[in-house]
């Protein structure tokens, strides 16, 4: 039975993230006063990408290569840790907050990796800012939890989850100052404004997009997907631990 | 089992008797390196087989001075340093056979070896040293031996400039180590550890006090914490690359090991107050040692910056430990020190690791400025994969080993936001925060160590012609990196050993540690934290290939074109319009400007000097104030020569005077005997 939700876990948020930022697009658009494309549009894009021949930098080394399937990889496996659809598996089987923040480290790691791996002017200057940023989120992101785990005395995520449900309100207050810093962290993990525009190609304002500037094809596609992955995965994390 | 670790010690010293005799013969040089890997691998036996059977051992020379005892004494603590040192000596020789050949020519390898030897003599020594006297004679042997391997290169200025600092810090730490042990020696009059270990409680607070301050500095000097840490990397660049990384790796950790011998073992319930110091100076050390790597653009230099980051850790784990022990919560201190001695031997496996990667990088180069270097990762595939290893284990990231010391740390640095007390409550916060901010600082670090010299174009002519290195060096790098990966997977097995280790110290006899492991995974204090390393080695490793395999079932079909990058329509790019090492970090450098202080220098050149139109040529230089150098060893130095100046009056070179001198220092002495 757990073993199912585990595979259900992995699959469901990888079909859906592309639908959430098909939402969050709309949304943007609809506050900017345009009409937007449909929320099924990054499907579309995704599709379109897997289907495309790929143009690659020829000093492009196996880490230009490889980084796009890891962080795929590593964005499907970041739910483990955290409890999604009432799933309570063996508490033991995978880690605390900790190792989820570290894994966003490691795909920080490699994506500012490839940014400089082809040599252009962009892709350096890309993964400088994002490192310089990652540097700074990370402490963010782990205070952040630090409060409800000492409310709740455990670091598990699945722990932290169910116990916070079962508080009283008072205990909340703790709950607030640390949602701020978790959206300030959310907003600069995931490139958002005012970090970051992941809509942007100017290369005075550009973070993310000037990193995976020389992707194409079906190794775009993988990254932003991975992206999408990542960004559903944190709104599921707020959700859980601050709104129980 | 006592005769292996003579045994090992006679190899070695053979061996650097025989350096000496070969020396003549530079193809014999290799015979050394070989007498040391054969030594320091029956070490390694030695070690392994001591935390197996949990044995201490005790051997008593008496030699015919007084006080003087060659007294030996391997408890399994010291039999885990032993492992570190001869784990890292081994592939560490194993590279200096082939490493070393480069300066036949100029230098005398036969010296070199000898020194060597020597060294790695000197190093099992001082941890098995159990007399105080003994103690700082095999520990200024240790310093000596090390200071003429950093001076190897004695042509260059530079290296004998290196030396001298180490030569002044290490000579200043032994000051401070010798202060402490004489105040031990006269209130409980005996140089033997065992003694002052019985004794210890009837000596007056106020000494306690100056001792434990005495040893933090002198012990500290050598392991180089944040302000004492100047000579680190200094002598670390200065140094053959594989003696750095026994220096980075190993030498300084005796530091560390006699910080928590003497802290844990001989002089046991140590006052709160050592705690916080300690976690304080590890905080400390650990932010400033990553921010002044960020801003260094020498490989050797960047990497030794590191060593005083993860000193810090390491100090984070004993300082947590020690106030843990302090607050009678012995189970949370054990789990605190399990990550310092965790990290201990991580770090001397990923440092070494980098150190032996730079080496080689180096040898290729002949530059240690990583500008210069670029597109490596083409011309040295193996050595590449090797040294991002190396990086990603230092920046803390899973798999590797690294992540799982710093969990620990972590945790146990969040045990002790959840005690009840203000004060001790800021510290850890303290402490956690300058860890978390390390371990992002490190990553961008490395982001940038690791870029810079491996991807993109190569930047310089040397770096164009570099080849990858000899296999012999390949093998004692890949030796490290596969440590890296298994002791962090099977870091359950590890920490369960560890354990062992700590529960023999007679702080914690009887005790339980609040850290236990089930089965494969760790599990801190029932439910508070899990980790399951193999299990999350497997899922990555698992994601990464499915993804792989199912994009290629999916876009199998498509083509992948090989063009140039793309270059604004304008001409071909070139290694000009990469980034730089310098303007990687510089954004983080000016986030912390009040830290690095930061300076820049414009000089323009014009062409007609009325007309400021044209400009002839352009500088700007970029550069950062040593504010250690700036503003403690500057003044602390000025002050001396003023001292001296005037101390210099008193010698005016007239025996008449001299004279007066002695008949006034008689007089002195004759109403002091009388009263």
């Known amino acids: 039975m757990s073993i199912f939700i585990i595979i259900l876990k992995l699959i469901l948020l990888p079909t859906l993230s592309p639908l959430c930022v098909g939402i969050v697009r709309k949304v943007k658009a609809y506050m900017q006063n345009r009409r937007g494309a449909g929320i099924f549009q990054p499907y579309y894009d995704l599709w379109k990408l897997f289907h495309k021949d790929e143009v690659i930098a020829r000093d492009a080394s196996w880490i230009f290569y490889l980084t796009p399937f890891l962080l795929f990889g590593l964005s499907i496996l970041l739910p483990l840790g955290i409890p999604l659809l009432g799933s309570i598996e063996s508490l033991s089987f995978f880690g605390d907050f900790i190792i989820t923040i570290y894994l966003l480290a490691t795909m920080t790691f490699f994506i500012a990796l490839s940014g400089l791996d082809v040599g252009s002017a962009f892709g350096g200057f890309g993964s400088s800012r994002e490192m310089t940023i990652a540097a700074l989120t990370e402490g963010t992101l782990l205070f952040s939890f630090l409060p409800i785990a000492l409310v709740t005395h455990t670091t ?41 525009n992941p809509s942007t190609h100017l290369e005075l304002t550009m973070i993310h997009e000037a990193m995976i500037l020389e992707y194409s094809g079906k190794r775009l596609a993988l990254i932003e997907w991975a992206n999408a992955n990542k960004f559903i995965f944190f709104i599921i994390l707020g959700v859980n631990l601050f709104f129980p | 089992m006592q005769n292996l670790f003579f045994t090992s010690l006679l190899v070695l010293t053979g061996g650097s008797i025989i350096s000496l ?130 001076i190897f290169e004695n042509k260059k200025l530079q290296i004998i400039k290196s030396g001298f600092i180490y030569f002044i810090m290490t000579h200043a730490a032994t000051a401070f180590i010798l202060l402490s042990f004489l105040l031990l020696f006269q209130f409980t009059g005996s140089f033997d550890f065992e003694t002052i270990k019985q004794h210890f409680a009837s000596i007056p607070f106020v000494i306690q006090t100056i001792i434990f301050l005495c040893m933090i500095i002198g012990f500290g000097t050598k392991a180089g914490i944040v302000p004492f840490h100047i000579w680190l990397p200094w002598a670390h660049s200065a140094a053959p690359s594989h003696v750095s990384s026994l220096m980075s790796g190993v030498m300084i950790k005796i530091g560390i090991f006699m910080l928590f011998k003497m802290f844990l073992d001989i002089l046991p319930q140590t006052p709160l107050w050592l705690g916080y110091v300690v976690l304080i100076i590890g905080a400390v050390s650990s932010i400033l040692g990553v921010l002044y790597a960020l801003s260094e653009h020498d490989i050797k230099r960047l990497l030794a910056y590191h060593s005083i980051e993860n000193i810090g850790i390491i100090l984070l784990g004993l300082g947590s430990g020690l106030i843990f022990i302090a607050l009678k919560q012995p189970s949370l201190a054990m789990l605190a020190i399990t990550a310092g001695l965790f990290h201990t031997l991580n770090h001397a496996v990923f440092k070494s690791l980098l150190f032996l990667g730079a080496g080689s990088v180096i040898s290729q180069t002949h530059t240690r400025n990583i500008e210069e270097y670029g597109g490596l990762i083409k011309l040295m595939p193996y050595t590449a994969i090797f040294f991002l290893v190396g990086a990603v284990a230092i920046s803390g990231l899973p798999p590797f080993n690294g992540f799982v010391s710093e969990w620990l740390t972590f945790q146990s640095l969040f045990s002790g936001i959840a005690t009840s007390s203000i004060l001790i409550k800021s510290i850890f916060i303290f402490g956690a925060a300058c860890l978390t901010f390390t371990g992002g600082l490190a990553a961008a670090c490395f982001v940038k160590a690791f870029g810079i010299t491996f991807l993109a174009r190569s930047r310089s002519i040397e770096s164009e012609k570099a080849t990858e290195v000899s296999p012999l060096l390949l093998i004692s790098m890949g030796t490290l990196a596969v440590l890296c990966l298994t002791l962090g997977v099977f870091s359950f097995f590890v920490i369960t050993n560890i354990q062992l280790i700590v529960k023999s110290l007679s702080l914690f006899a009887s005790k339980t540690s609040s850290l236990s492991s089930t089965g494969i995974s760790l599990q801190v204090n029932q439910n508070v934290a899990h980790l399951n390393m193999p299990v999350i080695f497997l899922v990555m490793a698992v994601f990464i290939a499915l993804s792989f395999g199912l994009v290629y079932i999916v876009s199998r079909k498509q083509k992948v074109v090989l063009r140039t990058v793309w270059d604004c329509g304008f001409n071909a790019l070139s290694p000009k319009m990469e980034i730089t090492a310098t303007g990687f970090s510089r954004t983080l450098i000016l986030i912390f400007r009040g830290i690095f202080q930061p300076s820049k220098q414009h000089e323009i050149e014009y062409v007609d000097a009325d007309i400021r139109y044209f400009s002839k040529s352009k500088t700007v230089t970029l550069g950062i104030v040593n504010i250690y150098e700036a503003y403690l060893y500057y003044p602390l130095h000025n002050g001396l020569s003023i001292i001296s100046k005037q101390i210099r009056k008193i010698q005016s070179g007239n025996v008449n005077q001299y004279l007066l001198y002695i008949f006034i220092l008689l007089l002195g002495l004759l109403i002091f005997a009388r009263y």
């Open chain 2, 21 to 150: 005799i070969v020396q003549r013969d530079t193809k014999l040089s290799y015979v050394s390196s070989v007498f040391s890997m054969f030594g320091s691998l029956l070490a390694l036996i030695f070690s392994i087989g001591a935390l197996i059977t949990q044995s201490t051992l005790t051997t008593t020379l008496p030699t015919s001075f007084p006080m003087f005892n060659i007294s030996l004494h391997i408890d399994p603590l010291a039999a885990f340093f032993i492992l570190i040192v001869s784990l890292i000596a081994l592939p560490a020789s194993l590279y200096g056979i082939v490493y070393m050949k480069q300066y036949a020519i100029e230098y005398n390898l036969g010296v070199f070896g000898f020194f060597y030897n020597i060294f790695l003599i000197s190093l099992l020594l001082v941890i098995t040293a159990h007399n105080a006297l003994y103690f700082l004679f095999v520990w200024e042997i240790m310093s000596l031996s090390s200071l003429f391997l950093v």
């Open chain 1, 156 to 196: 598990n995520v699945i722990l932290m989850a169910t116990t916070a449900s079962g508080l009283p309100f008072f205990n909340y207050l703790p709950f607030v100052i640390a949602f701020m810093g978790f959206f300030i962290a959310l907003m600069a993990e995931t490139g958002r404004i005012p970090f970051d």
